[in-house]
């Protein structure tokens, strides 16, 4: 951390990738010439100055100082290969469009399947955590039509949402005081029957939470549901050293799910959008089978447009996520993998930092690399009120967080005095996912504290 200096953004990696366009351009050197480049560079220049000032008009998610969503920078080797193959701009959809960054998508994909733990899979890469889960509900409809699907209560809101697309019904569980899906709560649903897909969370978006997997595998073993794994958010962590107990339970056990979605676009350190959908079981590959008079002629092999919903998809991603998985592998006690630990460490550091402040009051220690916490207050409306005060205070000095609101049976135990009058607690949140925020918790805390210190107690 220097902060002797002003902040640039890293701009020598750009001598590197004009060399590699330079020698991308050599592989092509036999083809005919057509021209110079076919554009006015002094427009170009012009327009980019504009783009430049519109987008000043963002939070600095780049910099350690913004902990608020979940948004983090590419890794360089991500961000200069998918530039370097935008020079091609391949379509993943068929071997026609995209023949080596296809081949590229599936070692990429095959490592993220060994990292689950399974050698034999079908999966692809996609738009991101959405479509992924798309397509893993939608193999369970054609599994279980009609069934109902179950997520926890703090599951991501797009389950509902997309059972509705698929005509499935949809109903929520449940979760325990740490955001976990309630295990009893899904027992007892499980006995009235009719249930096609359960799906566990392995990182909730608003706490990182992570369901218990092995209980609810055990029930799988009773009920015979299909398990559909959302680790949209936490897939990577199975990697990390330093998970406690439950979730490494859990994360030990995520070989035994039916389906499993991570977002490379998250931990994985790649730029938006890509997100990842695997099947265990091939086989049901069989459910994607569709003729394409045009498209699948070039080869024998399997075009990725056979597994997957989506058509057109850029294979620059794919060479971006191959590229990421080259220099950093998906191996435990490796560099990936400590940058993981030290998300985990700052976000336990952070924690420790609030839970010991009598000014603020947080439900639980963190599973993942997310904290959340409350201002104390005689009442969960007035919390409320100065969470978002705090929120703003920490902003104008340039501390970036986010809110969210929490059932209020969450703080239950754990806020002596306060009355809870509404449902919800309006909380600070802190996504603390580049490995770098293990350098700058004690600068973002000295910012809380004086954002907190702002801000009156009623």
């Known amino acids: 951390m220097d902060e002797g200096k002003g902040f640039r953004l890293e701009t020598e990696s750009l001598r590197i990738l004009g060399d590699a366009v330079e020698r991308l351009g050599a592989g092509f050197a036999s083809l005919p010439p057509i021209g110079g480049p076919g554009a006015d560079l002094d427009a170009i220049g012009r327009v980019l100055d504009e783009v430049c000032v519109r987008l000043h008009d963002n939070y600095p998610y780049f910099h350690p100082l ?9 890794h360089p080797v ?4 998918y530039a370097l193959a935008m020079w091609i701009n391949p379509n993943n959809h068929a071997l026609d469009g995209g023949r080596a ?3 590229m998508e599936k070692e990429a994909v095959a490592e993220i399947a060994r990292m689950v733990g ?3 899979h079908l999966g692809h890469l996609c738009g991101g955590g959405t479509m992924a889960n798309l397509e893993a509900l939608w193999v369970g409809k054609c599994l279980r039509p009609g069934a109902t699907v179950l997520a926890s209560s703090q599951a991501h809101y797009t389950h509902s949402r997309i059972s509705a697309v698929l005509g499935l019904p949809f109903e929520a569980i449940p979760c325990d005081r740490r955001g976990r899906m309630d ?8 006995r009235t029957g009719d249930v096609g897909m359960v799906v566990a969370t392995m990182g909730t978006t608003a706490v990182g939470a992570v369901d218990p997997l092995p209980q609810i595998l055990a029930l799988r073993d009773r009920h015979g549901f299909r398990l559909h794994a959302d680790a949209a958010y936490g897939g990577y962590f199975g990697l990390a050293s330093g998970l406690d107990d439950d979730a490494r339970a859990a994360y030990d056990r995520l070989a035994d799910a039916d389906s499993v979605v991570i977002d490379p676009h998250k931990h994985g350190l790649q730029p938006y959008g890509c997100g990842c959908v695997l099947f265990k079981d091939p086989s049901v590959g069989r459910l994607y089978r569709h003729d394409s008079p045009y498209t699948y002629f070039s080869s024998a092999e399997l075009h990725l447009g056979e597994i997957s919903l989506e058509c057109s998809r850029p294979g620059a991603a794919a060479v971006a996520l191959w590229a990421t998985q080259r220099l950093l592998p998906l191996v435990r006690c490796g560099e990936f993998a400590a940058g993981l630990d030290r998300s985990l460490a700052a976000a336990r550091q952070l924690w420790a930092t609030v839970a010991a402040d009598p000014r603020y009051v947080t439900p639980f220690a963190p599973e993942l690399d997310i904290v959340v916490f409350a201002p104390r207050a005689a009442t969960a409306t007035q919390a409320s009120a100065r969470a978002r005060r705090i929120f703003d205070a920490a902003a104008r000095r340039g501390l970036h967080l986010a809110l969210a609101d929490l059932p209020v049976a969450f ?5 002596p005095g306060m009355a ?5 607690i309006t909380c600070l949140r802190s996504v603390l996912m580049k490995a770098e925020h293990a350098d700058w918790v004690a600068r973002i805390a000295a910012v809380l504290d004086e954002a907190t210190g702002e801000v009156p107690d009623a």
């Open 66 to 74: 913004y902990a608020g969503q979940m948004l983090a920078p590419p």
């Open 78 to 81: 991500a961000r200069l290969a």
């Open 101 to 103: 960054s296809s081949r």
């Open 118 to 120: 399974w050698d034999a």
């Open 183 to 190: 295990v009893p709560a899904l027992e007892a649903r499980l």
């Open 411 to 415: 703080f239950e135990g754990v806020a």
């Open 420 to 424: 809870f009058d509404r449902d919800t």
